[in-house]
């Protein structure tokens, strides 16, 4: 029969906040914020209201990466464990961690959950202190089968994270929390419990390592708060989920990383900012990060323009400074590593996004042998000695073949278009016209004016972008990557070329999707257009591809391992 403790002994329990800032896939993500408010801030203020917990400790490694996490502590009046060892072994942090703090009762807590629950915490501290010949807490699934949706936290004995540190021989052992409590059950003894029954759901990521689960938590927090004045807290959630299934396809897709598993780097080298514009670097960030949701493979970008290098990192990936051949000088590199070519060794994967004025030099695959390499969306000369080509748009039956891949069915619709789409709403705008040329501008505007329209002219890089895009009826432009998005919103797109180039692209795209040549040059035959949709105006229906170009992309670099091995 198991030994149950005196309530009157106060047994000392500390929370211990496992926290570092170079997350390989979304760097620095304790501080990302959730309503206005960081990860780590929803974390404290969570462990505050427990009746259990004695101390709250940021548990970090000495880097001075790591530095705002201790300047946090400091600033909240928390204890911090500033860890000298081993970068990687996690076990021992947190063994030593708990040796200073003087803990008996330790709550493991991770820095990139924010749903942690404070009653539920205590129910486990309750249930440990009770049974002390228990090493740890183990929540049981409820009589359906759904688990306890309370991820992130861990509650054990002193004794037990100290014997499985010196248990853990080996790297995945060390580098994780504890996992050979969990194998070695004739050595740790576990106390089962449940917890109350508002938290069980089926099983779902509520951790955030990617910007998909970061999306995930933003928008749980807006429907709590906003919609339905509730507080965002696990049972909220679990409710609010029950009734929304849908919301969990914002994150199911990403990867969960395996406690063994092989990890590749891919590298972005991009045209963006200045002439080259920014649509090549909207179009790339959509496809890294899919990478590193499907595939968990942390992803870097080569650009030497300080707005993308911001785009870039406020969507949580890494920025090296500089360019590819380029034929002018990159400019100063501020604040960002400047690339070292002799880094190339550390990436499995090269996507090349180029524009489509300029080429590389004919020997420029030599500084790739034995890294994999994509192009999107040239196919010349110099492209064609990478290992695969993807066109992401429309394109005539003879470029398709070998290793070139494309077509409407690897069209990238960046999220913030997929999430304009799902936004619903009415069509409020009756012409979008993105029109740099002020003569062109004045012809949509005295047209408009004539007939009573709403139109509204955007300028380069705009947030409010997609939601003003799915809000039009129109979408007139000299012809882009937009023309794609604009049919994924069934927004008509609509051409006014500045140029001989952009007309037979236009003209290439409508006949290649299935519709009539909808351009113009003057108001006549902007009010033919007009009668035309009038009258309906068939359009293709067009879905996110990405998960193909993906799908390439672990295919190449297996290729590539087997090549090489």
């Not at 090493?135 to 699934?141: C, F, H, I, L, N």
């Not at 785009?311 to 400047?338: K, N, S, Y």
């Not at 429309?394 to 070139?404: D, P, Q, R, W, Y």
């Not at 006549?524 to 293709?540: F, H, Y």
Request: glycine share 6%; proline share 4%.
């Amino acid at each position: 029969m198991e030994q149950i403790e005196s309530v009157q002994k106060k047994q000392r329990t500390v929370a211990f906040i496992v926290a570092r800032l170079n997350s390989s896939r979304l760097p620095a993500k304790q501080f990302r914020k959730i309503g206005g408010k960081s990860i780590i801030e929803w974390i404290v203020d969570s462990l505050r209201q427990s009746d259990k917990i004695d101390d709250i400790v940021i548990t970090t490694v000495a880097a001075p990466e790591n530095l705002p996490l201790r300047n946090f502590a400091e600033e909240n009046d928390l204890s911090c464990f500033w860890y000298e060892g081993d970068v990687d072994h996690v076990t021992s942090r947190l063994s030593a961690a708990a040796k200073s703090f003087n803990a008996e009762i330790c709550v493991l807590v991770s820095g990139d959950c924010p749903l942690i629950y404070a009653p539920a915490i205590d129910s486990l501290v309750c249930e440990l202190q009770k049974y002390p010949d228990a090493d740890y807490v183990s929540v049981e699934p409820d009589e359906s089968g759904q688990v306890a949706s309370q991820e992130g936290v861990f509650v054990a004995r002193q004794r037990a994270w100290r014997n499985a540190d010196d248990l853990s021989d080996r790297p995945e052992l060390k580098e994780h929390f504890f996992p050979i409590i969990f194998q070695r059950p004739d050595v740790f003894k576990a106390r089962k419990c449940f917890l109350q029954k508002d938290v069980y759901f089926a099983k779902h990521r509520f951790s955030v390592d990617t910007w998909a689960d970061l999306e995930f938590m933003e928008r749980i927090y807006s429907e709590l708060y906003f919609l339905q004045g509730e507080s965002f807290e696990l049972p909220n959630v679990v409710k609010l989920l029950r009734k929304k299934p849908q919301l969990m396809d914002i994150n199911s897709h990403v990867h969960q990383r395996a406690l063994v598993e092989d990890i590749k780097q891919v590298l972005f080298v991009v045209d963006s900012g200045g002439r080259f514009g920014y649509g090549h670097l909207m179009r790339s960030m959509e496809l890294a990060l899919q990478i590193t949701e499907w595939l968990s493979w942390p992803v870097t970008f080569l650009v030497d323009d300080e707005k993308a290098a911001q785009l870039v990192e406020e969507r949580g990936m890494r920025v090296v400074w500089g360019a590819w051949e380029r034929r002018f000088d990159v400019p100063d590199c501020g604040c960002w590593e400047r690339f070292d070519r002799s880094s190339m060794s550390c990436y499995s994967m090269v996507i090349l996004d180029i524009y489509w004025k300029r080429d590389l030099e004919a020997n420029w695959r030599a500084e790739f042998l034995e890294v994999s390499v994509l192009v999107l969306n040239r196919h010349d000369s110099w492209a064609l000695k990478a290992d695969r080509i993807v066109i992401p748009e429309v394109c005539s039956a003879g470029e398709i073949g070998g290793k070139v891949k494309g077509g409407i069915d690897y069209i990238i619709i960046r999220r913030e278009i997929r999430n304009a789409r799902s936004a619903g709403g009415g069509r409020n705008i009756d012409m979008l016209a993105y029109l740099s040329r002020p003569e062109h501008r004045r012809t949509v505007r005295r047209y408009a004016d004539l007939h009573g329209l709403s139109v509204k002219f955007v300028d380069g890089f705009r947030d409010d972008f997609p939601q003003q895009l799915a809000h039009s009826r129109f979408f007139i432009s000299g012809f882009g990557y937009s023309f794609y998005e604009a049919l994924y919103l069934g927004t008509i797109p609509v051409a006014l070329p500045f140029s001989p180039e952009h007309r037979d692209a236009a003209t290439f795209f409508y006949e290649k999707v299935g519709m009539s040549p909808l351009i113009f040059y003057s108001e006549r035959e902007l009010q033919k257009i007009m009668e035309d949709a009038g009258e309906g105006t068939s359009q293709v229906s067009v879905e996110d591809g990405t998960k193909r170009i993906v799908d390439i992309v672990a295919e190449l670099v297996s290729v590539q391992e087997e090549l090489t091995s």
